[in-house]
């Protein structure tokens, strides 16, 4: 029987694997911001300039998300995906053999590349593995691992660099790489490619340009230099010229790259939409907490890496039963007052204090990784409801797309609200009440988020929930 008939069980190993390879991903980009000043000092190059090596890596995802999906289409996803894993693999031995800044940065901007396509094709196996009843499962199951790596990568990150080097922060991609490869080849299936499907080259080239213009105007002005000069202006700008001819573009081709006529499907439009503001303050968090656990509270790194861990295992604990609440709530109940709740945590977070009981410190912790991944997992089901088989591709490139620039963009303006309170409050560093009003004011783009989600209709997804 097909994988994706409509009474077809749910094979758990392919989003399992599929998800352990983004959680090498995730590991990998969480893991090396613990390392950069060790990097700096190997190197003798001053520490502000290690930003090149997660600049690079997210110029290079910018550029290559918009034709992963074409890849997958032309080539098949599975070619694709362990091409993907070969080529990540590669990258994470040159990083850890490079001898100065220039060597590492061209590699990370190799591995950016490479990492850009596991998302979306992966996306793209899942959707073609799993039927519309199973979809809802088959999402818990992909993100159960992809969530590890941002929780596991600080500690992660800093145990290594204390106790070896900031080389094995890349050598560690080796076996898991190796590991994936083996389970891809025995478990997913080799769906064939379209050998007609042209590529839309001024397309591609547009919206590269867009999303690298402004994924490196959001680097920038999330280090604070929204002031240091026009670069980053000039960049912003670039990048919503070239967005906007992109859209031209796209009214006026037959195949363009990225299919904006998707948006216009109910559900996949709101949740793009909704998704993005919800990421916008969810996604801050991991930063915002890093800053008020070493900067307020005064713990090392490895310390406050440790305390998300309770959000990590919240984040485990609801995909055993995200299935039943959506069943018994519906899609439109969970998103709109899951969005309250995710706001709430985020804003209590702010009033946490270094005399708060460590007990209440990591419920609170853990409720708001519950509520971070049962709403990925939510979105991710419903964001395909609607969407046919033959458009997957390029809506897991839409959709990844979205949350590249909503997580890009989310760190920014944390960083510039933070910079702004901080200097009305003449702090010249951030205070406890700093970090803790910052928190607040971003909460409101969750609640923002439940204000879109509200505009569901109440039997969307159904087809997906009764599964």
């Not at 074409?70 to 994470?92: K, Q």
């Not at 076996?175 to 839309?200: E, F, S, W």
């Not at 604070?224 to 980053?232: D, F, I, K, N, T």
């Not at 005064?298 to 919240?314: C, D, E, N, R, Y």
Request: aromatic share 8%; with cysteine; glycine share 10%.
């Amino acid at each position: 029987m097909p994988a994706n008939a409509p009474d077809a069980p749910l094979d758990r190993k392919v989003p399992m694997i599929i998800g352990c390879a983004l959680f090498m991903e995730l590991l990998d980009a969480t893991a090396v911001l613990t390392a950069l000043t060790q990097i700096a000092n190997d190197f003798g190059e001053a520490s502000v300039r290690m930003n090149l090596i997660v600049s690079l890596y997210l110029l290079a995802a910018a550029i290559f998300i918009p034709i992963s999906g074409w890849l997958a289409e032309r080539f098949g996803p599975r070619r694709v995906f362990i091409t993907a894993i070969c080529l990540f693999m590669l990258c994470s031995l040159a990083c850890a053999l490079s001898a100065s800044l220039l060597q590492l940065s061209l590699a990370r901007f190799c591995q950016g590349a490479s990492g850009a396509l596991m998302v979306p094709v992966g996306q793209i196996i899942l959707l073609r593995s799993t039927s519309k009843a199973n979809l809802m499962r088959a999402m818990a199951f992909l993100t159960m691992p992809a969530l590890l790596g941002p929780v596991l990568g600080p500690p992660l990150g800093g145990l290594l660099v204390t106790a070896l080097s900031w080389h094995w922060i890349f050598l560690i991609n080796l076996p898991i790489g190796l590991l994936g490869i083996v389970l891809v080849l025995r478990n997913v299936p080799a769906y064939g490619g379209l050998p007609q499907h042209n590529l839309d080259k001024v397309g591609f080239m547009l919206s590269s340009a867009a999303l690298a213009s402004l994924m490196l105007a959001f680097e920038s002005l999330g280090h604070g230099q929204l002031l240091g000069g026009y670069w980053p202006a000039a960049l912003l700008a670039s990048g919503l010229v070239l967005g906007a001819l992109y859209v031209c573009h796209a009214r006026h081709s037959p195949a363009p790259l990225l299919n904006l006529s998707l948006l216009r499907i109910h559900t996949f439009g709101i949740v793009l939409l909704g998704g993005t503001v919800f990421r916008l303050g969810s996604a801050s968090l991991p930063f915002l907490l890093v800053l008020l656990f070493q900067l307020g509270f005064g713990l090392s790194a490895l310390h406050a890496g440790l305390l998300t861990f309770a959000g990590g295992a919240g984040a485990l604990f609801i995909k055993f039963i995200s299935v039943r609440l959506v069943r018994r709530f519906g899609f439109r109940r969970i998103l709109v007052c899951n969005a309250l709740v995710g706001a709430g945590c985020m804003a209590l977070c702010g009033l946490l204090r270094p005399d708060t009981g460590l007990l209440l410190t990591l419920l609170l912790l853990f409720t708001g990784g519950v509520s971070r991944s049962l709403q990925m997992s939510t979105l991710g089901a419903l964001g395909y409801a609607d969407v046919s088989r033959e458009l997957a591709g390029q809506a897991s490139t839409l959709s990844a797309m979205s949350v590249q620039l909503g997580m890009s963009l989310a760190v920014c303006i944390a960083a510039l609200l933070l910079g702004w309170i901080q200097r009305i409050n003449g702090h010249s560093l951030p205070t406890l009440e700093d970090i803790g009003l910052t928190m607040a004011v971003v909460s409101l783009l969750s609640v923002l988020s439940g204000l879109i989600f509200s505009r569901l209709r109440q039997d969307s997804g159904q087809a997906v929930a009764s599964g």
